[in-house]
C-alpha cells in the first residue's frame, strides 16, 4: 500500500497571533521531528527542506539546489523518503550517465553535485546514516590546472576577441575578468543595482558588487574598476540599455531568447557566452582556454606582484586556493624581508638590561 500523502503546509492556516496555530505547528514538527519529514515524498520534502535551508545559503546556492531538485525528482517522485534505499541511487547514478529517462546524459560531477542534495535531505530526515556505509560518488577527472597566460598570449587573446562584432559580449566581459577577478558566472549574474561607474575619491573607474552570482558569503565583495574594466563596463551598461535593462533589478546582461532578435527580458540573465567564447579563442590558437582560466590568469599577475599582499588578493578574488598561495608566497619574502629589516632601524634610544643580558647569554652558549 503506497505511503499515505501527510497534510500539506498550504492546507492549513496561521491563526491570529499564532496562538495555538496548525501552520506553525506542523513547520514546528517538521523542523525537529525527522519522521514528519521522512514520510512525505521526495517533492515535498525537497521543498520543505529548501525553505527552511535558504535562510542560510545564497542566492546562486538556492538556485543550484532547485536545479538538483528538480533533476532528482524526475527519478524519486513517486517515492518517499523513507521509502529510498541505496538501490535507487546506484539506479539513478547509471540512469543519468547513460540519459536514460532524462532529456541528456549528464557527468560524475553533476550526478554527484546531484545526489550530494539528495544525502543532505536524507540527513535533515535521519535517513542517511544507513546508506552513507554503501554510497560511492562517481568517479571525477582529474581536475584540470587553471592556467594564466604570457604577456603575448594575452595580447593575442584580448586583439582577436575585438575583431568581430558577435564576439562583442565575450571581449568585454573576458577584459572585466581579466580586470577584476570577477569569474563569469558573477558577470553574468550582475544587475544595474550592482554597478557604480560615478567617479569617487578611492575609486575613480567605479565598482561593481558580486552579490547574486557569488558562491558563498567570502565571494560577496565590491571590486572597484581600473579603467580598462570601467570602460568596459560602460558599454556593457550602455548595451544593456538598448535592451530595455532601465530597472535597478535588470540584469547587465539581458536574456535574449534567439540570437538575432533585437528584443530581450532583462529580468532575466543571459544563459552565457559561451558559443561566442569557443570561436574567437580557436581564431587566438588557445582552443582549451576556458573562459574561468582568465579568473585564475589575473589572480596568478596580481600574486606575482610583490606591491600586492595576498590580503589585498584575496580582498579581490574572495576566495584564494591554500595551493596559490603557497606557490606564489616567496614572491613577498623580499618585500616582508625589507618589513623586518626595517625594525632594525628603528632602534629604541637604550636597550632594556634584561634584554641585553639575554642577548649576551645566548651568544656565550652558541
Known sequence: MPAKRPLSPVSVSHTVGHRHCPACELERTRMITPGALASLLFGEAAATWLDAHRRSIGVASIAEYEKNIKRLGSFFSELTLSEIHIGHLETYQKMRLEGDGFSKKAGPSRINHELNTLSQILVRAALWAPLAPYYKPLKMPRPKAGRALSFEEETTLFSVAMSRPRWKVAYLCSLVTANTTAGPGEIRMLRLRDIDLAPGASTPFGTITVTLGAKNDTRVRTIPLNETAGDAMKEL??????????????????????????????????????KAWDKLRKAAGMPTLRMYDLRHHVITKLLEDERVSERTVIELAGHVSKKMLDTYSHISMKSKLEGVMALETQKPPKKPAAVVGFVSQAKRVQ
Do not use: M, Q
Request: charged share 30%; net charge positive.
Open 237 to 274: 551598461v550602455r548595451r544593456a540599455r538598448e535592451l530595455g535593462a532601465v530597472a535597478p533589478d535588470h540584469f547587465l546582461l539581458p536574456h535574449r531568447a534567439a540570437i538575432g532578435r533585437d528584443t530581450a527580458d532583462p529580468t532575466k540573465p543571459a544563459t552565457s557566452w559561451k
